[in-house]
């Protein structure tokens, strides 16, 4: 895959990211990244997605490792049969995500790097409640995201920061939309990460800003505050379908049917902001955004409900009537 590099100006080519606690090392330094161009939308392979073959993992042979801690989700740390170590997430959240990191990447953005297995072993796992199991004691749809050596995850991300190197860019407003678009109801600051990765294009290494958490989208954003554990849902084909996408527009201003966490980020989007989302995912062909959810073991007609709602949601923003002020005079 060919790319071209960030489109967003910074004031230094090398930047840091510090960590929190001032007592540990220097953090390492790079480049920071948030999106950059993919010169052929339509080479880009959404089944094996931002890993490609390359990084698949080896499930001859999976080892528990540890129990990963925090969110929604059961997770452990394993190692599987390569020897290389994996986040493996368990439940209703591991085929939504595998699905979302590859649109996310399609449309240009630094991500995590996943594979779903429809069935594995994990040597030495403890049991997971409310997990489904296969072939004896396997783990059914299991998402296995990648902990490459050498790349280091520090921080946390800010949305709503005006120190974030990217606030208030095309770039960023766009990752919203795209945010609206996935149904993510959890969009949250907790859920971001930078990610040190060596070796980048200029060969001092990248510092990469990618939403790490995924999990709860393709399902419906609910709308009352005060009971949306009731009107919340991530994974449901079908609920993600029958929500409404956009709201209205006004004036320059593009409104979202949207009912989860941070709202007030979509307050201020621009409609060409938006459109230039739709544009970047509107040169995938039905073929590959159909790949994305089948990457994700979802079922032939699932995969038929998501992959048209994705597509009528590109469309519906392609279409954005322009602002006034770019409409040429009668």
């Known amino acids: ?10 004031s230094s080519p090398v930047l840091a990211v510090q960590k929190k606690d001032k007592q540990k090392a220097s953090p390492p330094q790079g ?26 993992p080896d499930l001859s042979g999976v080892t528990f490792v540890k129990q990963e801690t925090g969110g929604f989700s059961t997770k452990y740390r394993v190692r599987d ?13 591991a085929q939504s995500e595998t699905a979302a990191v590859r649109l996310v990447w399609a449309a240009g953005y630094q991500t995590e790097i996943n594979y779903l297995a429809p069935c594995v072993h994990i ?24 902990r490459p050596e050498g790349w ?3 921080d946390e991300w800010r949305w ?25 109801w959890d969009l949250k600051s907790a859920n971001n990460k930078v990610v040190y990765v060596p070796g980048g294009r200029a060969g001092g290494g990248e510092l990469r800003y990618i939403i790490s958490d995924l999990g709860a989208t393709f399902g419906k954003t609910g709308n009352l505050p005060v009971v949306w554990r009731f009107t919340r849902s991530r ?4 609920d993600y379908a029958a929500q409404p996408f956009v709201d209205e527009v006004k004036g ?24 230039w989302v739709g544009q970047l995912l509107s040169r995938l062909s039905d073929r590959q955004i159909g790949d994305a959810f089948r990457a994700a073991n979802y079922t032939p007609a699932e995969v038929e409900v998501l992959a048209g709602a994705v597509r009528a949601r590109v469309d519906e923003l392609v279409n954005l009537a322009p602002p006034p002020s770019a409409r040429s005079p009668d």
């Open 160 to 184: 709503k920061d005006k120190k974030n190197l990217f606030y208030g860019t095309k770039e960023l407003q766009g990752l919203i939309v795209l945010n609206a678009l996935l149904n993510n």
């Open 235 to 238: 994974s449901k084909p079908e």
């Open 81 to 93: 049969g390569a020897g290389r170590e994996w986040v493996a997430k368990l439940g209703g959240e």
């Open 252 to 275: 320059r201003n593009v409104f979202f049917n949207y009912g989860g966490k941070n709202q007030e980020l979509f307050d201020d989007i621009y409609v060409e902001e938006a459109r």
């Open 31 to 56: 480049t920071p990244v948030l999106w950059r161009a993919h010169r052929d939308a339509a080479a880009l392979d959404l089944f094996l997605g931002p890993g490609g073959e390359a990084m698949r």
């Open 1 to 10: 895959m060919t790319v071209i590099t960030i489109l967003t100006t910074l």
């Open 123 to 146: 040597k030495g796992a403890p049991g997971a409640k409310g997990v489904e199991r296969c072939d004896g004691d396997g783990f059914r749809n299991v998402r296995f995201e990648a």
């Open 152 to 154: 280091d995850r520090l």
